[in-house]
């Protein structure tokens, strides 16, 4: 059983930065690839990013890409999420999820490809 903890939400002005983290503990030799999701109130969950665990491939939403970088330190077990340019409609709670295997390009933005989830990190954007 993979257990991930989200840190680094917090409250920023429209066009501040911030980095999440999510630390990833037990079985982490099990993890293929992590990813963030996040959902805003009376939304849909919504795919972020996503890296493989072994490094260099890195899938992003179009929609976020320039702005949102994901990383992750294997040697600390930690996936990173360096937000930047942050926009109201990026306030949502953020969540970090691992997956066991590799389904694809398309199946890495997918909620369901993921096998572990944490508990979410609220991250709230003022204009």
């Known amino acids: 059983q993979v257990q991930l903890v989200e840190s680094g939400g917090g409250l920023v002005q429209d066009g501040g930065s911030l980095r999440l983290s999510c630390l990833a503990s037990?079985?982490?030799?099990?993890?293929?690839?992590v990813g963030w999701f996040r959902q805003a109130p009376g939304k849909e969950r919504e795919f972020v990013a996503a890296?493989?665990?072994?490094?260099?491939?890195?899938v992003y939403a179009d929609s976020l890409k320039g702005r949102f970088t994901i990383s992750r330190d294997s040697a600390k077990n930690t996936l990173y999420l360096q937000m930047n340019s942050l926009k109201p409609e990026d306030a949502a709670v953020y969540y970090c999820?691992?997956?066991?295997?590799?389904?694809?390009?398309?199946?890495?933005?997918?909620?369901?490809?993921?096998?572990?989830w944490g508990q979410g990190t609220q991250v709230t954007v003022s204009s």
């Open positions: 999820a691992a997956g066991i295997g590799w389904k694809g390009v398309t199946g890495t933005q997918i909620g369901s490809s993921y096998d572990y």
């Open positions: 037990a079985r982490t030799s099990s993890i293929s690839v």
């Open positions: 890296i493989l665990w072994s490094g260099g491939r890195t």
